[in-house]
């Protein structure tokens, strides 16, 4: 209420979306760092949406089906550029530019 007040909710929703964004870009490169050095850097842009999971929910307290929410929302909003696997548990990056 007192964002609103304030007149800066907009502001503060801008920035956790800003967040949300740079946390995932540093797990990705985290997470493909690994995959690269276990020798499989073809499928480094595929990665389990676990580690996701349990960083949404270390950051904010998200459950899985938040966590994919919040994932598929920074999808759609161009934040990242890939698709959520449901069927495979998984995201795929763009190979280009995550």
């Given at each position: 209420?007192?964002?609103?007040?304030?007149?800066?909710?907009?502001?503060?929703?801008?920035?956790?979306?800003?967040?949300?964004?740079?946390?995932?870009?540093?797990?990705?490169?985290?997470?493909?760092?690994?995959?690269?050095?276990?020798?499989?850097?073809?499928?480094?842009?595929?990665?389990?949406?676990?580690?996701?999971?349990?960083?949404?929910?270390?950051?904010?307290?998200?459950?899985?089906?938040?966590?994919?929410?919040?994932?598929?929302?920074?999808?759609?909003i161009?934040?990242?550029?890939?698709?959520?696997?449901?069927?495979?548990?998984?995201?795929?990056?763009s190979?280009?530019?995550?």
């Amino acid at each position: 209420a007192e964002f609103i007040e304030t007149g800066t909710y907009l502001v503060v929703e801008k920035l956790k979306l800003l967040a949300y964004q740079n946390l995932c870009r540093r797990l990705h490169a985290a997470l493909s760092a690994e995959i690269v050095a276990a020798g499989k850097a073809e499928h480094k842009h595929k990665q389990d949406l676990t580690p996701y999971e349990h960083a949404l929910e270390w950051q904010d307290g998200c459950d899985a089906d938040e966590a994919t929410c919040i994932l598929a929302s920074l999808i759609y909003i161009g934040a990242i550029r890939g698709y959520l696997s449901d069927e495979h548990h998984k995201i795929v990056f763009s190979k280009e530019s995550p």
